[in-house]
């Protein structure tokens, strides 16, 4: 058996795993030989996933998505946090609501599940946790206060794991992508995405398979020894943060 094969055949939950980023890693995941389950609020997965809906501000949700994940594919060995969202407007027009819905799902619905995985994760001593950063969570970005600010959290959420429970086998660490082409960006004005491009030293947006093969990386074997990194996937956009 190769040192290839051998690393075969994980069970992997991604969030957020039935479109964009989420959906390549998905895909890059299955490729990798791992089993993997989808969650989104509406369920649906790619082809060769388990999907399973998971809204994943809802702590009871996110309970039992783990437990039919388990059930099907064994105990949680990957965990790619990657469901988010954005609410963006500027601070003296942001709202309580706008913050909430934001960190409930970027920040806390990660939390949920990273506490979830962990369970398993420790008692296999085994484990890969990967949390969808973004490049302004340390860049900062206008109008996007409460998204760079969840992004940033999660730094220190992987950072803390890797304290917590990285002698015991279970690495975690940030990707950071920039600005990729997804449903995401497509809703930003077309002036907006070109003044993007002219500051990213790759002069285009990422592909979310760029991002996909990354986290499929760190979920490897062969990534064991990174642990609380920010890897960033993001054309050189946010060098030196
Ligand atoms: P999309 O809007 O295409 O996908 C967002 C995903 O999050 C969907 O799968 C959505 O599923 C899921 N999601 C949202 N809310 C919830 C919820 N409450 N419970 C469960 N799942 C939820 O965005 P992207 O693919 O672009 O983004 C994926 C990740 O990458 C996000 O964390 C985003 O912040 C990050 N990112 C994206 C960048 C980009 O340029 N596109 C740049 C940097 C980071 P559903 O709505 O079906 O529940």
Not at 127 to 151: D, H
Request: proline share 3%; glycine share 14%; with cysteine.
């Amino acid at each position: 058996m190769t040192s290839t094969e051998a690393v075969s055949g994980r069970s992997a939950v991604v969030t957020g795993g039935n479109k964009g980023i989420g959906a390549a890693i998905v895909q890059a995941l299955l490729a990798d030989g791992h089993r993997v389950a989808s969650f989104s609020r509406g369920g649906d997965a790619p082809e060769g996933a388990l999907g399973i809906a998971c809204d994943v501000t809802d702590g009871a949700q996110v309970e039992a998505a783990f437990k039919a994940a388990e059930e099907a594919h064994g105990p949680t060995e990957i965990l790619v946090a990657n469901s988010g969202v954005t609410k963006d407007t500027l601070i003296l027009r942001m709202n309580d609501a706008e913050w909430d819905l934001v960190m409930d799902t970027n920040l806390k619905g990660a939390f949920r599940c990273a506490k979830r995985a962990s369970r398993s994760m420790l008692r296999r001593r085994w484990g890969r946790i990967i949390f969808t950063g973004s490049v302004v969570g340390l860049y900062g970005s206008p109008g996007q206060v409460n998204y760079s600010a969840s992004k940033a959290a999660l730094v220190g959420m992987a950072r803390s794991l890797t304290r917590e429970i990285g002698s015991r086998g279970v690495t975690a660490n940030v990707v950071a992508p920039g600005f990729i082409e997804t449903d995401m960006t497509a809703v930003l004005p077309d002036e907006v995405v070109a003044g993007y491009r002219s500051s990213i030293p790759a002069g285009r947006l990422g592909l979310v398979d760029e991002v996909a093969a990354t986290v499929a990386f760190l979920a490897g074997e062969r990534a064991g020894y990174i642990s609380g990194a920010v890897i960033p996937v993001d054309g050189g956009l946010g060098m030196g943060h």
